[in-house]
């Protein structure tokens, strides 16, 4: 989708970059430092384009591996789709788990937080 949109709106034919590579080098050019918070919900991957939290990991370990990179440890869950990606960024760049970036409850239903353990019971 990237591709596509650079061809079409921007006119660069050719365009090889991810949207995750694109968006961290141009990050990557700050002197000093910067943060990137992705919020990632599981099946996000399904949506047209979308590669999900693999390609965002799979860019700092092909293109970035200077930066430090802090995740969920939960990302592993199957619905994530991250497991194998984060497996391949380890020994290659900082990685650092911890429980408290978990986001446990989907913001469309707050209100009823049994509806998301219900539902990764059910894929899994």
């Not at 596509?4 to 080098?25: C, D, N, V, W, Y």
């Not at 000093?32 to 799979?58: H, M, T």
């Not at 789709?81 to 900082?94: E, M």
């Amino acid at each position: 989708m990237t591709a596509s949109f650079m061809a079409r709106k921007k006119h660069r034919p050719g365009f090889t970059q991810s949207e995750p590579e694109f968006l961290i080098s141009y990050l990557d050019r700050h002197e000093d430092w910067v943060v990137i918070i992705c919020l990632v919900g599981g099946g996000q991957e399904n949506n047209r384009g979308e590669a999900g939290i693999s390609a965002w990991l799979d860019a700092v370990r092909q293109s970035f591996p200077d930066w430090h990179v802090h995740v969920s440890p939960y990302l592993t869950d199957t619905e994530y789709a991250a497991g194998h990606a984060l497996s391949h960024l380890s020994g290659v760049t900082s990685v650092s788990k911890d429980p408290d970036l978990h986001l446990a409850v989907s913001m469309r239903s707050f209100r009823a937080e049994n509806v998301s353990a219900f539902v990764k019971a059910v894929l899994d």
